[in-house]
């Protein structure tokens, strides 16, 4: 069984995603805040964590920089998932090393899709994604 970390301040949101994730065949661990994010990370070394951004203290931009400067952590897949919809700040994220960065609202669905495709790419395929996604985001079409 694969196992997810959600890391997210929003104590109903978590357990949306625990509900859908454990559906999918997940098996869900959490922290409410990203200092302890960062900790259950290290301790558990899940195979994918789903990330939110805007926290308290120590946010996601912290938690992603903190993760993909450890050696255990540095490879560990991150999608970020954010109310914010700027593309500087979904450009950031790839440049700090997200997988993926999608914003809510989203159906549970393109959530379960989104940590598939992520869990099934190379970590060569990862960078070489976040590469082009951080490029895409940066820019912005004015019409």
Same mark, same amino acid.
């Given at each position: 069984?694969?196992?997810?970390?959600?890391?997210? /301040? *929003?104590?109903?949101?978590?357990?949306?995603?625990?509900?859908?994730?454990?559906?999918?065949?997940?098996?869900?661990?959490?922290?409410?805040? !990203?200092?302890? !994010?960062?900790?259950?990370?290290?301790?558990?070394?899940?195979?994918?964590?789903?990330? /939110?951004?805007?926290?308290?203290?120590?946010?996601?931009?912290?938690?992603? +920089?903190?993760?993909?400067?450890?050696?255990?952590?540095?490879?560990?897949?991150?999608?970020?998932?954010?109310?914010?919809?700027?593309?500087?700040?979904? +450009?950031?994220?790839? *440049?700090?090393?997200?997988?993926?960065?999608?914003?809510?609202?989203?159906?549970?669905?393109?959530?379960?899709?989104?940590?598939?495709?992520?869990?099934?790419?190379?970590?060569?395929?990862?960078?070489?994604?976040?590469? *082009?996604?951080?490029?895409?985001?940066?820019?912005?079409?004015?019409?």
């Amino acid at each position: 069984m694969r196992r997810v970390l959600v890391i997210d /301040d *929003e104590a109903d949101v978590r357990l949306l995603y625990r509900v859908n994730l454990r559906h999918a065949g997940f098996e869900v661990l959490e922290a409410d805040d !990203g200092e302890r !994010g960062i900790a259950a990370a290290l301790e558990h070394l899940p195979d994918v964590v789903v990330l /939110d951004l805007m926290m308290p203290r120590v946010d996601g931009f912290d938690v992603l +920089r903190a993760l993909r400067t450890h050696p255990d952590a540095s490879e560990m897949p991150v999608l970020v998932l954010t109310a914010d919809s700027r593309s500087d700040h979904h +450009r950031r994220c790839y *440049e700090l090393g997200a997988d993926d960065v999608m914003t809510k609202p989203f159906l549970p669905d393109a959530l379960m899709r989104g940590l598939a495709r992520m869990l099934d790419m190379t970590q060569e395929e990862r960078v070489v994604r976040r590469s *082009e996604a951080a490029e895409a985001a940066g820019h912005v079409a004015f019409g």
